[in-house]
Protein backbone atom coordinates (compact mmCIF):
# COMPACT_ATOMS: atom_id res chain seq x y z
CA UNK A 1 0.00 0.00 0.00
CA UNK A 2 1.33 3.35 -0.66
CA UNK A 3 1.19 6.43 1.66
CA UNK A 4 -1.56 8.37 -0.68
CA UNK A 5 -4.35 5.28 0.01
CA UNK A 6 -3.72 5.52 3.57
CA UNK A 7 -7.52 5.70 5.16
CA UNK A 8 -8.00 4.84 8.32
CA UNK A 9 -5.32 4.16 11.47
CA UNK A 10 -5.33 0.58 10.69
CA UNK A 11 -4.11 1.43 7.17
CA UNK A 12 -1.37 3.75 8.79
CA UNK A 13 -0.40 0.40 11.43
CA UNK A 14 -0.19 -1.92 8.60
CA UNK A 15 2.35 1.03 6.40
CA UNK A 16 4.67 1.37 9.12
CA UNK A 17 4.37 -2.39 9.62
CA UNK A 18 2.76 -2.56 13.47
CA UNK A 19 -0.48 -3.93 14.61
CA UNK A 20 -3.27 -1.15 15.17
CA UNK A 21 -3.11 -1.57 18.56
CA UNK A 22 0.47 -1.34 18.92
CA UNK A 23 0.52 1.67 17.03
CA UNK A 24 -2.09 3.56 19.47
CA UNK A 25 -0.65 2.55 22.53
CA UNK A 26 2.28 4.21 21.86
CA UNK A 27 2.76 7.22 24.06
CA UNK A 28 5.20 9.34 21.75
CA UNK A 29 5.57 12.19 24.56
CA UNK A 30 7.13 9.41 26.32
CA UNK A 31 9.61 8.42 24.06
CA UNK A 32 11.74 11.49 22.95
CA UNK A 33 15.14 12.41 24.63
CA UNK A 34 15.80 15.70 25.02
CA UNK A 35 19.27 17.69 24.97
CA UNK A 36 21.15 20.53 24.13
CA UNK A 37 23.63 20.93 21.76
CA UNK A 38 25.95 24.44 21.24
CA UNK A 39 25.02 26.12 17.91
CA UNK A 40 27.81 25.96 15.68
CA UNK A 41 29.93 29.52 15.64
CA UNK A 42 27.49 30.94 18.28
CA UNK A 43 27.23 30.74 22.39
CA UNK A 44 23.21 29.63 22.29
CA UNK A 45 22.23 25.97 22.27
CA UNK A 46 19.88 24.53 20.56
CA UNK A 47 17.23 21.97 22.14
CA UNK A 48 17.29 18.64 20.05
CA UNK A 49 14.50 16.26 20.78
CA UNK A 50 15.33 13.13 19.23
CA UNK A 51 12.70 9.89 19.43
CA UNK A 52 13.56 6.33 20.44
CA UNK A 53 12.57 2.69 20.68
CA UNK A 54 9.10 1.67 18.30
CA UNK A 55 8.97 5.80 18.12
CA UNK A 56 12.30 6.61 16.17
CA UNK A 57 11.10 3.06 13.76
CA UNK A 58 7.95 4.09 12.91
CA UNK A 59 8.96 7.69 12.34
CA UNK A 60 11.37 6.81 10.09
CA UNK A 61 9.15 4.51 8.15
CA UNK A 62 6.86 7.38 7.84
CA UNK A 63 9.86 10.05 6.54
CA UNK A 64 10.66 7.43 4.01
CA UNK A 65 6.99 6.99 2.24
CA UNK A 66 6.72 10.78 2.87
CA UNK A 67 10.38 12.11 1.61
CA UNK A 68 9.33 10.27 -1.85
CA UNK A 69 5.49 11.62 -1.98
CA UNK A 70 6.73 15.01 -1.06
CA UNK A 71 9.07 14.33 -4.42
CA UNK A 72 6.70 14.80 -6.56
CA UNK A 73 4.74 17.92 -5.54
CA UNK A 74 7.98 19.19 -4.52
CA UNK A 75 7.92 23.15 -5.41
CA UNK A 76 10.58 24.97 -7.35
CA UNK A 77 11.74 26.67 -4.41
CA UNK A 78 12.40 23.80 -1.97
CA UNK A 79 15.96 22.72 -1.60
CA UNK A 80 16.44 21.02 1.42
CA UNK A 81 15.53 17.52 2.51
CA UNK A 82 14.10 16.38 -0.92
CA UNK A 83 15.38 13.11 -2.08
CA UNK A 84 16.88 12.85 -5.94
CA UNK A 85 16.97 10.33 -7.99
CA UNK A 86 20.22 8.11 -9.35
CA UNK A 87 19.94 10.22 -12.58
CA UNK A 88 17.95 13.04 -11.22
CA UNK A 89 18.89 16.44 -13.39
CA UNK A 90 17.25 18.62 -11.03
CA UNK A 91 19.00 17.29 -8.22
CA UNK A 92 18.76 19.55 -4.96
CA UNK A 93 21.03 20.34 -2.40
CA UNK A 94 23.45 22.75 -0.80
CA UNK A 95 25.11 23.45 -3.93
CA UNK A 96 22.21 23.81 -6.76
CA UNK A 97 20.84 26.11 -3.68
CA UNK A 98 23.10 28.59 -3.92
CA UNK A 99 23.76 28.21 -7.97
CA UNK A 100 20.02 29.09 -8.07
CA UNK A 101 21.62 32.87 -7.30
CA UNK A 102 24.31 33.44 -9.46
CA UNK A 103 24.83 36.50 -11.19
CA UNK A 104 22.50 38.40 -9.13
CA UNK A 105 23.55 41.56 -7.70
CA UNK A 106 21.62 41.88 -4.72
CA UNK A 107 20.13 39.68 -2.02
CA UNK A 108 17.68 39.31 1.10
CA UNK A 109 18.28 36.37 3.17
CA UNK A 110 15.52 35.57 5.88
CA UNK A 111 15.32 32.66 8.94
CA UNK A 112 12.40 31.33 10.13
CA UNK A 113 12.43 32.05 13.67
CA UNK A 114 12.48 28.59 15.44
CA UNK A 115 11.16 26.52 12.40
CA UNK A 116 9.91 23.45 13.24
CA UNK A 117 8.21 24.34 16.70
CA UNK A 118 5.57 26.73 14.37
CA UNK A 119 4.46 23.43 12.37
CA UNK A 120 1.82 22.83 15.14
CA UNK A 121 -0.72 20.09 15.35
CA UNK A 122 -3.50 22.86 13.35
CA UNK A 123 -1.15 23.24 10.07
CA UNK A 124 -0.92 19.70 10.02
CA UNK A 125 -4.17 18.62 10.24
CA UNK A 126 -4.66 21.23 7.69
CA UNK A 127 -2.41 19.53 5.53
CA UNK A 128 -3.08 16.45 6.63
CA UNK A 129 -7.08 17.13 5.11
CA UNK A 130 -5.42 17.73 1.69
CA UNK A 131 -7.14 15.42 -1.20
CA UNK A 132 -4.72 16.49 -3.69
CA UNK A 133 -2.05 14.78 -1.02
CA UNK A 134 -3.81 12.45 1.50
CA UNK A 135 -6.33 9.94 1.40
CA UNK A 136 -6.75 10.31 5.04
CA UNK A 137 -10.05 10.08 7.17
CA UNK A 138 -10.98 12.95 9.97
CA UNK A 139 -9.34 10.56 12.77
CA UNK A 140 -6.51 9.75 10.99
CA UNK A 141 -5.81 12.99 10.45
CA UNK A 142 -6.09 13.90 13.99
CA UNK A 143 -3.79 10.77 15.28
CA UNK A 144 -1.14 11.45 13.21
CA UNK A 145 -1.15 15.03 13.73
CA UNK A 146 -0.28 13.91 17.25
CA UNK A 147 1.56 10.89 16.72
CA UNK A 148 4.33 13.35 14.76
CA UNK A 149 4.62 16.01 17.18
CA UNK A 150 5.60 16.47 20.60
CA UNK A 151 4.16 19.55 22.96
CA UNK A 152 1.97 20.00 19.73
CA UNK A 153 4.67 21.12 17.30
CA UNK A 154 7.32 18.99 15.48
CA UNK A 155 10.14 18.70 17.26
CA UNK A 156 13.41 19.41 16.41
CA UNK A 157 15.11 15.53 16.19
CA UNK A 158 12.34 13.64 14.84
CA UNK A 159 12.99 12.10 11.22
CA UNK A 160 9.99 12.83 9.88
CA UNK A 161 10.12 16.86 10.70
CA UNK A 162 12.22 17.87 8.16
CA UNK A 163 10.54 16.52 5.08
CA UNK A 164 6.72 17.74 6.89
CA UNK A 165 8.04 21.41 7.40
CA UNK A 166 8.41 20.96 3.50
CA UNK A 167 4.96 19.76 3.33
CA UNK A 168 3.43 22.34 5.11
CA UNK A 169 5.23 25.28 3.10
CA UNK A 170 4.32 23.90 -0.01
CA UNK A 171 1.43 26.71 -0.26
CA UNK A 172 3.82 29.75 1.33
CA UNK A 173 6.80 28.65 -1.53
CA UNK A 174 4.08 28.78 -4.48
CA UNK A 175 2.93 32.26 -3.52
CA UNK A 176 6.32 33.38 -2.85
CA UNK A 177 7.34 32.35 -6.14
CA UNK A 178 4.68 33.66 -8.13
CA UNK A 179 5.17 36.92 -6.74
CA UNK A 180 8.90 36.83 -7.14
CA UNK A 181 8.57 36.00 -10.82
CA UNK A 182 6.58 38.81 -11.36
CA UNK A 183 9.06 41.10 -9.82
CA UNK A 184 12.01 39.62 -11.29
CA UNK A 185 13.32 37.96 -8.06
CA UNK A 186 14.66 34.83 -7.70
CA UNK A 187 13.31 32.81 -4.37
CA UNK A 188 14.82 29.81 -3.15
CA UNK A 189 14.53 27.89 0.52
CA UNK A 190 16.97 25.79 2.29
CA UNK A 191 14.62 24.34 5.25
CA UNK A 192 14.47 27.61 7.19
CA UNK A 193 16.65 29.74 5.22
CA UNK A 194 14.73 32.08 2.18
CA UNK A 195 16.70 33.45 0.03
CA UNK A 196 16.07 36.14 -2.41
CA UNK A 197 17.89 37.44 -5.54
CA UNK A 198 17.40 39.62 -8.69
CA UNK A 199 19.49 41.48 -10.62
CA UNK A 200 18.04 44.50 -9.61
CA UNK A 201 17.77 46.22 -6.14
CA UNK A 202 15.49 44.55 -3.49
CA UNK A 203 13.87 46.95 -1.69
CA UNK A 204 12.19 47.90 1.28
CA UNK A 205 8.96 47.50 -0.08
CA UNK A 206 9.72 44.13 -1.77
CA UNK A 207 10.94 42.81 1.90
CA UNK A 208 7.17 44.30 3.15
CA UNK A 209 5.58 42.62 0.99
CA UNK A 210 7.18 39.36 1.51
CA UNK A 211 6.67 39.87 5.46
CA UNK A 212 3.09 40.14 4.73
CA UNK A 213 2.44 36.75 2.52
CA UNK A 214 4.65 35.18 5.53
CA UNK A 215 2.44 36.49 7.60
CA UNK A 216 -0.88 35.89 6.09
CA UNK A 217 0.42 31.69 6.13
CA UNK A 218 1.72 31.66 9.97
CA UNK A 219 5.03 31.64 9.38
CA UNK A 220 6.93 34.11 11.31
CA UNK A 221 11.27 35.14 10.96
CA UNK A 222 14.26 36.23 13.01
CA UNK A 223 15.04 39.90 12.78
CA UNK A 224 18.24 39.17 13.65
CA UNK A 225 19.17 37.21 11.08
CA UNK A 226 17.80 39.39 8.21
CA UNK A 227 20.40 40.18 5.74
CA UNK A 228 20.79 42.44 2.89
CA UNK A 229 23.64 42.45 -0.10
CA UNK A 230 24.34 45.04 -2.12
CA UNK A 231 26.58 44.87 -5.60
CA UNK A 232 29.23 45.07 -3.81
CA UNK A 233 28.60 42.92 -1.13
CA UNK A 234 30.17 39.58 -0.70
CA UNK A 235 27.06 36.87 -0.28
CA UNK A 236 26.93 33.77 1.32
CA UNK A 237 24.14 31.24 0.56
CA UNK A 238 24.05 27.69 2.76
CA UNK A 239 27.23 28.53 3.76
CA UNK A 240 28.92 29.66 -0.17
CA UNK A 241 29.85 31.85 -1.86
CA UNK A 242 28.21 33.18 -4.63
CA UNK A 243 29.02 35.68 -7.46
CA UNK A 244 29.52 35.15 -10.80
CA UNK A 245 30.86 31.32 -9.94
CA UNK A 246 30.27 29.13 -6.79
CA UNK A 247 33.41 29.48 -4.20
CA UNK A 248 33.60 27.82 -0.85
CA UNK A 249 34.92 30.13 2.08
CA UNK A 250 38.16 30.00 3.11
CA UNK A 251 37.46 29.51 6.76
CA UNK A 252 35.56 26.16 5.91
CA UNK A 253 38.69 25.08 3.72
CA UNK A 254 40.87 25.93 6.86
CA UNK A 255 38.55 24.23 9.19
CA UNK A 256 39.41 21.18 6.71
CA UNK A 257 43.03 21.47 7.03
CA UNK A 258 42.43 21.59 10.82
CA UNK A 259 40.81 18.46 11.01
CA UNK A 260 43.34 17.07 8.69
CA UNK A 261 46.07 18.05 11.25
CA UNK A 262 44.25 16.98 14.51
CA UNK A 263 43.64 13.29 12.77
CA UNK A 264 47.61 13.20 12.61
CA UNK A 265 48.31 14.10 15.56
CA UNK A 266 45.65 11.75 17.35
CA UNK A 267 46.63 8.55 14.79
CA UNK A 268 50.43 9.34 16.28
CA UNK A 269 49.38 9.10 19.96
CA UNK A 270 47.01 5.94 19.36
CA UNK A 271 49.89 4.21 17.55
CA UNK A 272 52.11 4.31 20.87
CA UNK A 273 48.88 4.04 23.32
CA UNK A 274 46.25 2.09 22.24
CA UNK A 275 42.61 2.72 23.12
CA UNK A 276 39.42 0.98 21.37
CA UNK A 277 37.64 4.16 22.37
CA UNK A 278 40.48 6.63 20.37
CA UNK A 279 39.90 4.31 17.38
CA UNK A 280 36.27 5.09 17.42
CA UNK A 281 36.73 8.42 17.64
CA UNK A 282 39.44 8.40 14.88
CA UNK A 283 37.08 6.35 12.53
CA UNK A 284 34.47 9.21 13.02
CA UNK A 285 36.98 12.22 12.60
CA UNK A 286 37.89 10.24 9.15
CA UNK A 287 34.59 10.03 8.00
CA UNK A 288 33.70 13.58 8.87
CA UNK A 289 36.68 14.62 6.52
CA UNK A 290 36.10 12.35 3.86
CA UNK A 291 32.68 13.94 4.04
CA UNK A 292 34.29 17.53 3.63
CA UNK A 293 36.69 16.70 0.24
CA UNK A 294 33.86 15.19 -0.90
CA UNK A 295 31.51 18.24 -1.00
CA UNK A 296 34.66 20.37 -1.82
CA UNK A 297 35.42 17.85 -5.38
CA UNK A 298 31.04 18.27 -5.58
CA UNK A 299 31.50 21.97 -5.98
CA UNK A 300 35.21 22.26 -7.08
CA UNK A 301 35.46 18.68 -9.35
CA UNK A 302 37.14 16.03 -7.66
CA UNK A 303 40.59 16.93 -9.54
CA UNK A 304 40.99 20.22 -8.54
CA UNK A 305 43.83 21.49 -6.88
CA UNK A 306 42.16 22.35 -3.60
CA UNK A 307 40.66 18.75 -3.47
CA UNK A 308 44.14 17.18 -4.42
CA UNK A 309 45.93 18.79 -2.09
CA UNK A 310 43.64 17.88 1.01
CA UNK A 311 43.33 14.17 -0.11
CA UNK A 312 47.22 14.11 -0.05
CA UNK A 313 47.33 16.23 3.56
CA UNK A 314 44.92 13.06 4.35
CA UNK A 315 46.88 10.45 3.23
CA UNK A 316 50.27 11.58 4.86
CA UNK A 317 48.11 12.30 7.90
CA UNK A 318 46.98 8.27 7.87
CA UNK A 319 50.28 6.76 6.37
CA UNK A 320 47.59 3.40 5.81
CA UNK A 321 50.80 1.40 5.43
CA UNK A 322 51.84 2.06 9.16
CA UNK A 323 50.26 3.77 11.64
CA UNK A 324 46.88 2.69 10.84
CA UNK A 325 47.62 -0.65 10.01
CA UNK A 326 49.68 -0.82 13.60
CA UNK A 327 46.13 0.14 15.18
CA UNK A 328 43.86 -1.88 13.66
CA UNK A 329 45.11 -5.05 14.74
CA UNK A 330 45.09 -4.41 18.48
CA UNK A 331 41.63 -4.61 18.20
CA UNK A 332 40.92 -7.94 16.82
CA UNK A 333 38.49 -9.52 18.62
CA UNK A 334 36.72 -6.70 20.64
CA UNK A 335 33.90 -5.48 20.32
CA UNK A 336 33.35 -1.80 19.14
Known sequence: MSLEKVKTIGDLASYLYMKEPELISLEPEKQYHVFQVKKQGSDEKRTIESPFGKLKEAL????????WLYYDHKTDAAYGFVRSYEHDADRRNILTNASAHLGRDYMLKLDFDDFFHQVDCAKLERLFNDPTLFSFLPDTEEFL?????????LPMGSPASPVLSNFATILLDKELLNWCRQHGI?????????TFSSKQPVREAHFSHISSILLAHRFRIDPAKTQWYGKEDIKEVTGLIVGETIAIPDDYLADVEKNIQKLGHVFDYASRFPDWRIH???EKLKQTIHGQIAFIGSVYGRHHPICLKLAGLLDDAVDRAGIEESISWRYIGYEL
Open 145 to 153: SRFVTLHGR
Open 280 to 282: EWL
Open 186 to 194: VYTRYVDDL
Open 60 to 67: GRLSDGLQ
